[in-house]
């Protein structure tokens, strides 16, 4: 099971160190080593999120999504993406900006480094509409009840998570601006470009997060017109299956899967920077990287996980929700890469191990009520 998941990405990592080896000698190779651990630390909690939504789908969807996806996501996003960002800011053709990327890397990673501020206040908003949404939904699980209760109460206003996102844009692109003209007002127009990156973060969310609720709430619909059908095969003794999404629900969802992912490897292709500026070892290692996460994703879904250890799916989302906070902060001041993954990490594993304690207790009083049942039934006996 774990080789025939893991199986393409353990290919991968021996291809891209080789061809690491060959490009740039040992020295590339450790550069590409680092690079795809950095990817794989912070996109953690990207895999547990994909993994909630990719186990709607499909076996077709799924294996679109390690196929097409991946594709999209290692060249799309850690190769041809940082090229396009240094294309449109400095007003370039794509084959100059190659061309840059390939022979001036210092003034490459200059127009990359300039490019920031939108990037991550495009991807800051995004994800920050991900926790949000989250955290005001009301649930039967709840980890951290004591901020997800109260919480869960004031989701029920109506537009609240639209509503905080625009005044923390606001206020970030206020506060860069401020910072700006303190410093000679030199980059006082990016203030302007902070605001605008970040309403098309939060457009963006909201047309591909609304087009794929739409279609899965005519999956349920669906679902509940075979309902009848289903209980009647179980009845007859046939295992009852779920619908899975399938069609348009599932292309909108896969999109949605698409600009997630992107917006998740903003901070690991923004971050390589400060490892490396060649473009080729990034794509390498940052693609080797992807490939666990997507690897990862599926083998989460395959083994049931989120179903067993059921707060996990809430660290990953505190995850986002730190991640988007880090990222808008960054557009002002520069934060280590190993914070944001240790935060990611910290978050996750607290909420595996509540999880396991849950399942524990739960084990415990069953057992518990199991041994008072045995108990009953021989003393009536007796």
């Not at 990719?54 to 076996?59: E, G, P, V």
């Not at 609240?160 to 005044?167: A, R, T």
């Not at 794929?212 to 009845?235: T, V």
Request: proline share 1%.
């Amino acid at each position: 099971m774990l080789l025939k998941t893991f199986g393409w990405s353990f290919a991968v990592t021996a291809l891209g160190l080789v061809a690491a080896v060959f490009y740039g000698g040992w020295e590339a190779f450790g550069i590409v080593a680092i690079l795809s651990i950095l990817e794989i630390s912070l996109s953690f909690d990207n895999a547990v999120v994909n993994a909630g939504i990719l186990k709607k789908m499909n076996a077709f969807w799924q294996k679109i999504f390690l196929t097409v996806g991946v594709l999209i996501a290692v060249f799309g996003m850690r190769l041809v993406f940082p090229v396009v960002i240094v294309a449109i800011s400095a007003k370039m053709g794509p084959i100059e900006a190659v061309d840059l990327a390939l022979n001036n890397k210092d003034r490459y990673q200059e127009l990359v480094t300039d490019a920031h501020p939108a990037i991550a206040a495009f991807g800051g908003m995004f994800l920050l509409m991900i926790f949000l949404d989250f955290i005001f939904e009301d649930r039967d699980i709840q980890w951290l009840r004591w901020i997800e209760r109260p919480l869960a109460k004031l989701g029920k206003v109506d537009m609240l998570s639209v509503c905080i996102s625009l005044i923390v844009l606001l206020v970030t692109s206020f506060t860069f601006a401020t910072h700006a003209h303190q410093h000679g007002g030199a980059h006082v127009d990016k203030a302007q470009t902070v605001l605008i990156a970040g309403i098309a973060g939060l457009i963006t969310y909201m047309v591909v997060g609304g087009l794929s609720g739409y279609f899965e709430d005519k999956l349920e619909e669906e679902e509940e017109r075979e309902h009848e059908q289903e209980e009647e095969a179980e009845r007859a003794g046939k295992p009852r299956s779920a619908v899975k999404l399938a069609g348009q629900a599932a292309f909108f969802m896969f999109l949605y899967l698409e600009v997630l992912d992107a917006s998740f490897s903003f901070d690991g292709v923004i971050g390589a920077f400060a490892i490396t500026n060649d473009i080729v070892l990034m794509a390498l290692g940052l693609g080797i990287g992807a490939m666990y996460v997507r690897s990862l994703t599926v083998y989460l879904v395959r083994q049931g996980t989120l179903d067993e250890y059921v707060y996990l799916e809430h660290g990953a989302h505190y995850a986002i929700g730190a991640l988007a906070v880090l990222l808008l902060v960054t557009i002002q001041y520069e934060i280590n890469e190993v914070i944001t993954g240790l935060i990611g990490v910290v978050l996750i594993a607290a909420s595996f191990w509540s999880s396991v304690r849950r399942n524990r207790a739960i084990a415990a009083a069953e057992g518990k009520a199991a041994g008072t049942d045995e108990k009953t039934e021989v003393s009536s006996g007796v």
